[in-house]
């Protein structure tokens, strides 16, 4: 008799694999230069300061053991202070909490601010990684479009003034992840202004704020309210491998979600977390780092846009390439971006379609296009391949 299958749990019905990550596998074809990747240029990467800060911190061995759940004491102080500075107000250490990742934060916080059926309001074009877990938690998701300004107040308002009530709306406030672009000091103030009013949850999802080119991003949405959720990551800054995600929470919020993260992990990892905050608090290195890192990706950010424009021209709109790691790139010619991905592969290209992002809208004619991982001279002759399977297409 052949055994019964057991069943896995009825919430994974309907969860997909991120087609991003399932093209990734296609695109690492070594002739094939792919603008599809969201990685950070590990060339950029901190690798023998990271290696000191190591040495340093295994010294003793007390870096070797478990720690306080909420995240290392030193480190939680170092991101209070920085914390601070950004939102300009004393931020108590009880509101700051270290996850695996900003990612685990949004895990995390879904479990603790979600029921199932609760409403989230997500952006449209979406971070994946968000959507993933939202709907993991069985949450309704309503999306509102994003435009130069970053997430439509006025959709969100329509959706409020229809009688619907979010438990959470999250956006990207800084140089968002696909779309590009960052939300406006007005529309910071409204979002804040409707969360008081509504009594909902924003969760400002921050790891590329300080990854700026021309000039810094407005305050944070949490300068001006209470409700909102700051999350921010030294993996676009420092390196992913750290693992060092943090939330800006309220201490109620806090507490719980460290309940769950006992049971999630128990703690974090104390070694990369005194190294992160070895590095932090080294701030003239720091400073000259992240400078670094500006310049390479505002350089390679400005080649690839005018790049586009140049051999696009009408064809294309794109994002302004003013902070963060991507493009957003929409055709006006009505070219099909899923149809295009095999001509591009051929002709050695990759990109991520729209349609990868989309979650009320199709985006079918537009695409995410990663700038951080190839030098100018290589991002141009990625443009060109494009535009040469854009003419075969
Ligand atoms: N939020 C956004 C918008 C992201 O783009 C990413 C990474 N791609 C994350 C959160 C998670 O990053 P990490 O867990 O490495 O901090």
Same mark, same amino acid.
């Given at each position: 008799?052949?055994?019964?299958?057991?069943?896995?749990?009825?919430?994974? =019905? %309907?969860?997909?694999?991120? &087609?991003? /990550? *399932? !093209? @990734?596998?296609?695109?690492? $074809?070594?002739?094939?230069?792919?603008?599809?990747?969201?990685?950070?240029?590990?060339?950029?990467?901190?690798?023998?300061?990271?290696?000191?800060?190591?040495?340093?911190?295994?010294?003793?061995?007390?870096?070797?053991?478990?720690?306080?759940?909420?995240?290392?004491?030193?480190?939680?102080?170092?991101?209070?202070?920085?914390?601070?500075?950004?939102?300009?107000?004393?931020?108590?250490?009880?509101?700051?909490?270290?996850?695996?990742?900003?990612?685990?934060?949004?895990?995390?916080?879904?479990?603790?601010?979600?029921?199932?059926?609760?409403?989230?309001?997500?952006?449209?074009?979406?971070?994946?990684?968000?959507?993933?877990?939202?709907?993991?938690?069985?949450?309704?998701?309503?999306?509102?479009?994003?435009?130069? =300004? %970053?997430?439509?107040?006025? &959709?969100? /308002? *329509? !959706? @409020?003034?229809?009688?619907? $009530?979010?438990?959470?709306?999250?956006?990207?406030?800084?140089?968002?992840?696909?779309?590009?672009?960052?939300?406006?000091?007005?529309?910071?103030?409204?979002?804040?202004?409707?969360?008081?009013?509504?009594?909902?949850?924003?969760?400002?999802?921050?790891?590329?704020?300080?990854?700026?080119?021309?000039?810094?991003?407005?305050?944070?949405?949490?300068?001006?309210?209470?409700?909102?959720?700051?999350?921010?990551?030294?993996?676009?800054?420092?390196?992913?491998?750290?693992?060092?995600?943090?939330?800006?929470?309220?201490?109620?919020?806090?507490?719980?979600?460290?309940?769950?993260?006992?049971?999630?992990?128990?703690?974090?990892?104390?070694?990369?977390?005194?190294?992160?905050?070895?590095?932090?608090?080294?701030?003239?290195?720091?400073?000259?780092?992240?400078?670094?890192?500006?310049?390479?990706?505002?350089?390679?950010?400005?080649?690839?846009?005018?790049?586009?424009?140049?051999?696009?021209?009408?064809?294309?709109?794109?994002?302004?390439?003013?902070?963060?790691?991507?493009?957003?790139?929409?055709?006006?010619?009505?070219?099909?971006?899923?149809?295009?991905?095999?001509?591009?592969?051929?002709?050695?290209?990759?990109?991520?379609?729209?349609?990868?992002?989309?979650?009320?809208?199709?985006?079918?004619?537009?695409?995410?296009?990663?700038?951080?991982?190839?030098?100018?001279?290589?991002?141009?002759?990625?443009?060109?391949?494009?535009?040469?399977?854009?003419?075969?297409?």
């Amino acid at each position: 008799m052949s055994p019964i299958a057991p069943p896995l749990a009825r919430r994974l =019905e %309907g969860l997909q694999s991120s &087609a991003i /990550r *399932d !093209l @990734l596998k296609l695109t690492a $074809r070594a002739d094939i230069i792919s603008l599809a990747g969201g990685l950070p240029d590990a060339e950029l990467m901190p690798r023998d300061r990271i290696a000191r800060a190591a040495a340093a911190a295994l010294e003793g061995r007390s870096r070797l053991q478990y720690t306080e759940s909420p995240g290392w004491g030193p480190l939680r102080e170092v991101l209070a202070a920085r914390e601070a500075q950004r939102l300009g107000r004393e931020v108590p250490i009880d509101e700051v909490f270290v996850t695996h990742g900003s990612q685990q934060a949004l895990s995390l916080l879904s479990e603790v601010l979600l029921d199932p059926g609760s409403l989230v309001v997500v952006e449209d074009p979406a971070y994946v990684g968000a959507l993933q877990v939202f709907r993991a938690a069985g949450a309704r998701i309503e999306a509102i479009p994003l435009d130069a =300004e %970053g997430m439509r107040l006025d &959709a969100l /308002r *329509d !959706l @409020l003034a229809r009688g619907e $009530r979010p438990a959470v709306v999250h956006t990207v406030s800084n140089f968002h992840n696909p779309g590009g672009v960052t939300l406006s000091a007005a529309r910071r103030r409204e979002l804040a202004e409707l969360a008081g009013t509504y009594g909902f949850w924003v969760i400002e999802d921050d790891p590329y704020g300080e990854l700026w080119f021309d000039r810094p991003a407005p305050d944070p949405v949490a300068t001006y309210s209470p409700n909102v959720i700051r999350l921010s990551s030294v993996s676009k800054i420092l390196a992913p491998a750290l693992r060092v995600g943090w939330m800006v929470a309220p201490p109620r919020v806090c507490r719980a979600v460290e309940l769950l993260k006992q049971g999630a992990d128990l703690c974090g990892s104390a070694l990369t977390q005194q190294i992160a905050a070895d590095l932090l608090t080294d701030t003239e290195w720091l400073t000259g780092h992240i400078d670094a890192v500006r310049t390479a990706y505002g350089t390679r950010a400005k080649a690839l846009v005018a790049a586009v424009r140049d051999r696009f021209g009408e064809r294309v709109r794109t994002s302004d390439a003013a902070g963060g790691m991507f493009v957003w790139v929409d055709f006006t010619d009505g070219t099909d971006t899923n149809a295009l991905l095999p001509t591009a592969l051929d002709a050695g290209v990759a990109y991520v379609p729209g349609s990868a992002f989309a979650v009320a809208t199709d985006y079918s004619h537009s695409a995410r296009l990663c700038f951080t991982t190839s030098d100018t001279a290589v991002l141009e002759q990625a443009v060109d391949r494009l535009a040469r399977a854009h003419t075969l297409g």
